[in-house]
């Protein structure tokens, strides 16, 4: 099984400040089958970025995706106050498909 | 527009079972993986089962294995995941999302809400 770790827990900034969420897979994830998605308090989590650097539709620009193997990096450029949330990866390669705990970016 | 919908949570007591259901529309459902990914409330997400678009093969997550099954009916458009045994943690928000092995999830419903208790 992948495990995938977060760094930091919680991320405390303010709007216009940019943003670096880490995701670190126990294995090489082949194929960078990683994704990491947004969930707002009280909604369903949303589809940001898919092999680990390509935007889903609609997602602004903002938001850039890197990485590779082991080490992956979700950077938000400038934060926008709706951008505060919850922020998950997942590698959808190997069964089991695993989530990262998770980040909280807050204010 | 696509949209999947979830129905058939509620509250069970302890060693018995629920299936849950999920409708999808907007896309071409049989070409596309399918999952159930679960969420206590206040907590953080978790993959349950996916499913690949024939339906041929099946993904569990070991929490689930033996006791939860995931099937799809392509015809209908819709997913399912029968879950038998249940025990107090599996008490949680269950999302069906499109998507599966190596196809992301892009489209989520709202969740129907099991809870497992006495």
Known sequence: EIVLTQSPGT?????????????RASQNIV?????????KRGQAPRLLIFVASYRATGVPDRF??????????????RLEPEDFAVYYCQ???SSPFTFG??????? | EVQVVESGGGLVQPGGSLRLSCTASGFIF??????WVRQVPGKGLEWVSSISGSGGTTFYADSVKGRFSISRANPTNTLYLVMNSLRAEDTALYYCAKGGRQQPSDSWG????????S
Do not use: N
């Open chain 1, 91 to 93: 590698q959808y390669g």
């Open chain 2, 110 to 117: 709202q969740g129907t809400l099991v809870t497992v208790s």
């Open chain 2, 30 to 35: 049989g070409a596309y993986g399918m999952s």
């Open chain 1, 11 to 23: 991320l405390s900034l303010s709007p216009g400040e940019r943003a670096t969420l880490s995701c």
């Open chain 1, 31 to 39: 194929g960078s089958y990683l994704a990491w998605y947004q969930q």
């Open chain 1, 64 to 77: 850039t995706g890197s990485g590779s193997g082991t080490d992956f990096t979700l950077t938000i450029s």
């Open chain 1, 101 to 107: 705990p998770g980040t909280k970016v807050d204010i």
